[in-house]
């Protein structure tokens, strides 16, 4: 075997799998060497990555992939220069999907070299180069002419296969359908006399992604704008690659040929659904059509509660401050402990299906944020405190809203709660399961209701203050028993708070 149909063998599949490329200088590659048959697209691909130039030994950093189904992403801020070192653990770069917006954390020492993707560059595909790392203490002063062509290119866009290489079917050769591949092969006289397909005629134009169909804004800016009803696609942005800022938004006045032709305009704006919002429809829809629902309702007396957290408050000395959702999230954990089946999710693997319960209760927390609903984690909290729970939430509601959320603080959880108690105009409402949880409760607002008095005197009212919730159960886990006995415990939980404290 010669020595280039060695190193096709040991160096090409593995590069094609790693997330970084080691690219050394091989100087055998510019001699002439004989080619064994099929090893010609693999030597063009190492060519490709082991550049031509001749450069030191350095690293060469790809676009990662920061969840499953990650294909693309913007390139944020960089949090490091060229020549700058950098440790385990280090931001490197923050990575803006479609998503969340996330830091790329390096995993290796070493030093910034060069930067291949600048900041607001867009639709990056997974597993192109982004920027250059060499060992510490190398000079970086011979990679400011290094050039994407000396990483290995960009990875142009999936081709579609040749029409005469069949893609494989999913059906069996003898299953009667005429899509089926003994069935392809034989010839069909009334295939012949129909009409051959036609292909429609192009605009000519290049299909957008749903990133570059997003405004170029950061989190921020996309939050105000919402808050404040600016149309952020009228911005031109200040920020680096015409990116529109927060000061952009707080500066935008509307111009006056806005304001005249709006009333001559059309009555309505179409809004491309962003592949999150797709998300979240898909999976509701889902949701609705394969778990029966079924809800039970309950007031909740939270008087004594509100008592017992003014009091906590008032000795916090400004540490903390609890709300009444911390004590909600509290009550729950304690509700699904005494009645594990709710704490539950229905889950088919490998053709079977069991019903898998939890010992540990992570609480999932709706968030509204401007691209969407996030459900940020709390994890075990049977075994947090107040304070530790409501320090978690404030964070992660923070970074839900600012998409900076990474996706194993999403993705999971056990049960979730939905509070739209700070709109006082919500008395109630049902909310639908978040699979493949087996429930979720629906928290409305507090008020104050006249309930006959505990003295002697048989006319005197007292108020009370109190919360309607709803809790939704998947009847596949979750039988009409089961969750009547789980809002039970809630109840007798949240209108004796002080055996959250227990």
Not at 74 to 88: H, L, R, V, Y
Not at 233 to 239: A, N, Q, V, Y
Not at 437 to 465: C, F, H, M, N, Y
Request: with cysteine; charged share 25%.
């Amino acid at each position: 075997m010669s020595a280039i149909a060695a190193l096709c063998r040991a160096h090409i599949r593995p590069c094609a799998r790693a997330p970084q490329v080691f690219v050394p200088a091989y100087s055998f590659l510019n001699k002439p060497h004989s080619i064994p048959e099929g090893c010609a697209p693999a030597l063009l691909a190492l060519a490709r990555a082991y550049a031509s130039k001749s450069f030191p030994p350095h690293t060469v950093v790809t676009m990662p992939a920061l969840s499953p189904t990650m294909t693309a992403g913007n390139i944020g801020t960089w949090q490091k220069k060229a020549g700058d070192s950098i440790a385990p653990g280090d931001v490197l770069v923050e990575i803006e999907t479609d998503k969340a917006q996330m830091d790329f954390e390096f995993q290796e020492d070493g030093v910034l070299a060069k930067i291949l993707k600048d900041s607001g560059e867009k639709d990056v595909a997974v597993g192109n180069p982004i920027a250059v790392m060499v060992e510490e203490g190398a000079d970086v002063a011979p990679f400011d002419s290094f050039t994407l062509e000396d990483a290995g290119g960009e990875k142009e866009p999936a081709k579609q296969p040749p029409k005469e290489e069949a893609s494989e079917s999913s059906e069996p050769p003898e299953s009667g359908s005429k899509t089926s591949p003994s069935t392809l092969d034989k010839p069909d006289s009334k295939s012949e006399d129909s009409p051959q397909p036609q292909e429609s005629e192009s605009s000519g134009g290049r299909l957008q992604t749903s990133l570059e169909r997003e405004p170029n804004a950061s989190p921020l800016a996309k939050a105000l704008a919402l808050d404040r009803g600016v149309p952020i696609k009228d911005i031109k942005g200040t920020g680096p690659n015409g990116r529109v800022t927060k000061q952009d938004i707080e500066k935008y006045k509307p111009s006056a040929s806005r304001e005249s032709t709006s009333s001559t305009g059309p009555a309505y704006e179409d809004i491309p659904a962003s592949s999150m919002r797709k998300t979240i429809a898909n999976r509701l829809v889902q949701s609705f059509n394969q778990n029966p629902h079924y809800f039970v309702s309950t007031t909740l007396s939270v008087t004594k509660l509100l008592k017992l957290r003014q009091a906590l408050n008032a000795s916090a000395e400004g540490k903390y401050k609890l709300s009444v959702n911390d004590f909600l999230i509290k009550a729950v954990a304690v509700a699904c402990k005494k009645i594990p089946a709710v704490n539950s999710s229905w889950r088919e693997k490998d053709g079977q299906v069991v019903i898998r319960q939890h010992n540990t209760v992570d609480i999932s927390v709706a968030v509204a944020t401007p691209i969407g609903l996030m459900t940020p984690i709390i994890k075990s909290v049977e075994g947090l405190g107040l304070r530790s729970i409501s320090a978690q939430v404030k964070d992660l509601g923070k970074r839900a809203r600012d998409g900076k959320l990474k996706p194993e603080e999403y993705q999971g959880g056990t049960f979730t709660i939905s509070n739209m108690g700070m709109n006082a105009a919500v008395e109630r409402f049902t909310a639908v399961i978040n699979p493949p949880q087996a429930g979720i409760l629906a928290v409305g607002t507090s008020r104050k209701v006249g309930i006959p008095s505990s003295s002697e005197d048989a006319s005197a009212v007292e108020w009370d203050d109190q919360i309607i919730v709803t809790a939704s159960f998947d009847h596949k886990v979750v039988d009409g028993a089961i969750g009547g006995e789980w809002i039970r415990e809630l109840k007798k939980v949240v209108e004796n708070p002080l055996e959250l404290m227990l």
